[in-house]
């Protein structure tokens, strides 16, 4: 019988956007009109899933070299760290990616928006985060797209993540912004997000340094996952 | 309730952080199903006998098409993987709904995964139009005994308790999901 796993924080919660934003249409019909039943954490909600996802491949995390040829647009290397609410990276976890190419089109065939595909790039990455709980892309600055929520409604330009984390509570889906973004007041899915302060924390920092001379731009996003209530000294923490 | 409602104390705050600062949840989209599916999620157990299928429907009762549905669940004997088996059991699954909001997973009855505890498995709910998955759970509708002292189950009115238990349905377990409506699933604030 191994040790009992702490449950995780519930501070901080109200930073998720709530699930009735009207102003996001697609949400009139999807969310609960029930109250959400408190879930006490058992050993459901505590492991960590074993995904089996399947080895990560040499060039998974670099989005423009996944064909013979290089995707048009912007070179980018997106970076960070992947925390737990109390300041930890969390380390060798999955972080998925996907994004629209640089026209703002997607490569999936629902999306009809009238910009050309481009046929060196596919729009999908995946790596795990090294022991400092660093995630690297190299990808193409994803262009915006109009969609159909609102006359002349635009999503600015943004890459989605997707990251397990510690345990099934610690489940992320989210969206990574530009900054300096002409259109994320008009955007009904970033305005979700209640308060400025935790709408700044999905937009990316340029980041000078982690640019390259000759080659790509640098942004710097840090993901932060729910920590647990207690957690073990760590080893490789300096003190 | 006492252990939702009561903060404990955490180390954070003894290092002086108030309030985690975490990064707010966004809609998984319309557009993942060229990313995020992959032909072995719906198997969490090659060699499982047993078939959970169910069609999510929106709060009009329409199928929903654009849903990702995210399993985790323990063995037989209630013990939840930490790494590859032999026998290819992985306790997790994710499976993309289809064009008539079907989804499915092969896999294997979990056992209890504590004293006390029915048998179940977790459930994830992303979709477009959700901004913020959602959270329930299957229970089976042949642990009668175990289902009325579960600790999460016996807490649901009796009437919306059907809504986390699949129902046999043939030779498979049906689970549907309504996001909305009369028939509202029990979605959980963990």
Redesign the interface.
């Known amino acids: 019988m191994t040790a009992a796993l702490p449950?995780y924080?519930?501070?901080?919660?109200q930073?998720?956007?709530?699930?009735d934003?009207a102003a996001?249409r697609?949400?009139?019909?999807?969310?609960?009109?029930?109250p959400?039943?408190?879930?006490?954490?058992?050993?459901?909600?505590l492991?960590?899933?074993?995904?089996?996802?399947?080895a990560i491949g040499e060039l998974d995390h670099d989005l423009t070299q996944q064909h013979p040829g290089e995707p048009i647009g912007e070179r980018i290397i997106v970076t960070g760290r992947v925390l737990d609410?109390?300041?930890r990276p969390v380390r060798d976890t999955l972080v998925?990616?996907?994004q629209?190419n640089a026209a703002g089109r997607?490569?999936?065939k629902?999306?009809q928006h009238p910009a050309p595909l481009d046929p060196h790039f596919?729009?999908?990455g995946r790596c795990l985060t090294d022991n400092d709980g660093r995630y690297r892309f190299v990808t193409i600055k994803p262009g915006a797209y109009p969609w159909k929520n609102h006359l002349n409604a635009w999503r600015p330009a943004h890459i989605?993540f997707?990251l397990f984390g510690t345990a099934?509570?610690t489940?992320?889906?989210?969206?990574m912004y530009f900054p300096g973004d002409p259109l994320f007041p008009y955007d009904p899915?970033?305005q979700?997000?209640r308060e400025e302060s935790?709408?700044q924390?999905?937009v990316a920092r340029f980041d000078m340094e982690t640019t390259e001379p000759e080659w790509a731009l640098g942004y710097q996003w840090?993901?932060?996952?729910?920590?647990p209530?207690?957690?073990p000294p760590d080893p490789d923490e300096d003190h | 309730m006492a252990a939702v409602d009561q903060p404990r104390p955490i180390r954070a705050q003894a290092e002086g952080i108030v309030m985690q600062e975490l990064t707010p949840s966004q809609t998984v989209g319309p557009f993942f199903g060229f990313a995020l599916p992959f032909p072995e999620g719906p198997i969490v157990a090659p060699a499982g006998e047993l078939h959970i299928v169910g069609t999510v429907y929106d709060g009009a009762s329409q199928p929903v098409p654009d849903a990702l549905i995210e399993i985790w669940q323990p063995d037989a004997t209630g013990t939840f993987p930490t790494e590859p088996r032999p026998d290819g059991f992985r306790g997790w699954g994710r499976c993309g709904t289809d064009a008539d909001g079907h989804f499915g997973f092969q896999t294997i009855k979990p056992g209890p995964a504590e004293p006390g505890s029915a048998p179940h498995i977790g459930v994830v709910v992303h979709a477009r139009g959700i901004l913020h998955h959602l959270v329930t759970r299957i229970y089976f509708p042949d642990e009668n005994a175990a289902n009325a002292v579960d600790p999460v189950l016996s807490r649901v009115s009796g009437e919306r308790q059907a809504t986390l238990i699949a129902r046999p349905d043939g030779d498979v377990l049906r689970f549907d999901i309504h996001l909305q409506g009369d028939h509202e699933t029990v979605f959980f604030d963990v």
């Open positions: 449950p924080r519930r501070d901080g919660m930073a998720h956007p709530p699930r934003h996001y697609s949400t009139a019909l999807r969310h609960p009109k029930q959400l039943l408190p879930l006490p954490h058992s050993m459901t909600e492991t960590q899933p074993m995904l089996g996802t399947g609410g109390n300041r998925e990616i996907w629209a997607y490569i999936q629902e999306d596919t729009g999908v989605h997707s099934f509570v489940r992320l889906i989210t969206q899915i970033m979700s997000v935790d709408r924390r999905m840090d993901i932060v996952l729910r920590g209530e207690t957690t």
